[in-house]
């Protein structure tokens, strides 16, 4: 049986690749915030080896530190990045939850201090088995990922 790629290579940027089922919109619509020029290619519930169906995202262009990655790190803690250069991966690695976001993500809190005046959020990490939770530093409330997901 002949193997066929079912999303296009591209010649410089970043492939995020192993992106569970589901979570390429998520990690698209961050990226879109980052940069909403970048040129996208988007695959979802394409078929893997490792699992049943995953997502992929490649960016032109725009090579990825290990910084930029963490930020998809709670769509997607064990997918791998790939940095690509005239056609090659000169990178891999994997994501990997980081200890805490700065900055990234907006307290859900409404009377948390972060929401009416200039500060960067800042939210630790804590995770027990598959359940991540961030906990903001302003307010130290405790909130699921699921309210940082769209």
């Known amino acids: 049986m ?3 790629m079912a ?5 410089t940027g970043t492939v995020i690749d192993h992106i569970p089922a589901g979570q390429g919109l998520n990690i698209l619509s961050r990226i879109q915030k980052r940069n909403p ?3 996208l290619t988007v695959g979802l519930n394409l078929p893997s080896k490792g699992s049943v169906l995953k997502d992929i995202v490649k ?3 725009w090579l990825f530190s290990e910084n930029d990655a963490a930020e998809m790190a709670l769509y997607a803690p064990s997918a791998t990045v ?4 005239d056609y090659k991966v000169e990178k891999k690695f994997q994501i990997g ?3 805490q976001f700065v900055g990234i993500f907006d307290c859900p ?3 948390c201090i972060s929401n009416s005046e200039p500060a960067a959020t800042r939210f630790k990490v804590k995770q027990v088995h598959e359940q991540i939770a961030l906990r903001c530093h302003y307010c130290e409330r ?3 990922d699921s309210l940082f997901k769209h």
Do not use: D
């Open 59 to 61: 960016v032109e262009g």
């Open 37 to 39: 020029n970048a040129r």
């Open 97 to 99: 939850l980081p200890e």
């Open 2 to 4: 002949r193997e066929t």
């Open 82 to 85: 790939n940095i690509i250069t």
């Open 7 to 11: 999303v296009e290579a591209i010649t």
């Open 109 to 111: 809190n409404s009377n």
């Open 142 to 144: 405790s909130f699921a």
